[in-house]
C-alpha cells in the first residue's frame, strides 16, 4: 500500500503559477504509475496528468496541455505538478492518485488517493 499528501495548493492571479507536490509513503513508490486528478464544484472528478514508474512518459489532459508538468522524484518518494499559465477554470480540488497499472487514464485505475489541495485561480 502506499499513502499520499499534498500539498502546494493556494490561491493564485489568472496567469499565474503554483507546483502542487505529492508526497508517498512507503519503499515501493517507483513501482506505481502516478496522476494527478481534480475535481471543480458540481463536476465529477477528471484526469489532468499522468507519469510513469521511471518518469520517462507523461500524458495530459487537452485542457492542460502546454501549461502543466508532471514530474516525479523516486528518490524523494514525490510526484509533482507544475501548473503555468493558470485560468479561472483551473480551479478545483487537485488530487494524487497511485496506480499499479500501466498508463492508467481513468479513476478507476487508481487504487490509491490523497486527500486533495485547493487550487483557485481568480479572474
Known amino acids: 500500500q502506499v499513502q499520499l499528501v499534498e500539498s502546494g495548493g493556494g490561491l493564485v492571479h489568472a496567469g499565474g503559477s503554483l507546483r502542487l507536490s505529492c508526497a508517498a509513503s512507503g519503499r515501493t513508490f517507483s513501482t506505481y504509475f502516478m496522476g494527478w486528478f481534480r475535481q471543480a464544484p458540481g463536476k465529477e472528478r477528471e484526469f489532468v496528468a499522468r507519469?510513469?514508474?521511471?518518469?520517462?512518459?507523461?500524458g495530459y489532459a487537452d485542457s492542460v496541455k502546454g501549461r502543466f508538468t508532471i514530474s516525479r522524484d523516486n528518490a524523494k518518494n514525490t510526484v509533482y505538478l507544475q501548473m503555468n499559465s493558470l485560468k479561472p477554470e483551473d480551479t478545483a480540488v487537485y488530487y494524487c492518485?497511485?496506480?499499479?497499472?500501466?498508463?492508467?487514464?481513468?479513476?478507476?485505475?487508481?487504487?490509491?488517493w490523497g486527500q486533495g489541495t485547493q487550487v483557485t485561480v481568480s479572474s
Open positions: 492518485a497511485a496506480s499499479n497499472l500501466p498508463l492508467a487514464i481513468s479513476r478507476r485505475e487508481y487504487a490509491y
Open positions: 507519469i510513469s514508474w521511471s518518469g520517462g512518459s507523461t
